[in-house]
């Protein structure tokens, strides 16, 4: 529940992060003492938030779980449904437009990019 909890929140941008002080914030690795205490405190915001939702937000969040604990109840059956309907179309698709994704072909270069920048600027 924590994590459906820190990803609707994530999603819906109720918890607002100081800006990166780099000219390329999205490049920032910094490793910092003031970085790793974040982690505490924004849990602890994250802990801590639902305590002062409005009766929409609990909406909101009461959904989106709802909609993740059916998904995850279905899930072996949508498995099926989609195996059984394979077709070349969908299996390229999940060749060249999704996997490259998830293996780290796109992903990829923009970090490589960003840690190049960022040694460039320093």
């Excluded at 909890?5 to 780099?22: E, W």
């Excluded at 602890?44 to 938030?49: E, G, I, L, M």
């Excluded at 909609?67 to 077709?87: A, C, E, P, W």
Aim: aromatic residues 18%; positive net charge; hydrophobic residues 35%.
């Amino acid at each position: 529940m924590f994590i459906l909890l820190t990803v609707y929140l994530g999603l819906f941008g109720t918890l607002h992060s100081q800006p990166a002080k780099s000219s390329y914030p999205f490049c920032d690795t910094s490793l910092s003492f003031k970085y790793i205490k974040s982690y505490a405190t924004d849990t602890w915001k994250v802990a801590k938030s639902p305590t002062k939702w409005k009766s929409k937000q609990w909406i909101y969040a009461i959904g989106f779980t709802g909609v993740v604990v059916g998904l995850v109840q279905f899930d072996d059956d949508i498995r099926t449904f989609f195996q059984k309907n394979r077709s070349p179309l969908t299996d390229n698709l999940a060749r060249y437009v999704f996997d490259p994704y998830g293996y780290g072909l796109y992903s990829m270069p923009v970090l490589e990019e960003c840690l190049y920048l960022r040694d460039k600027h320093d």
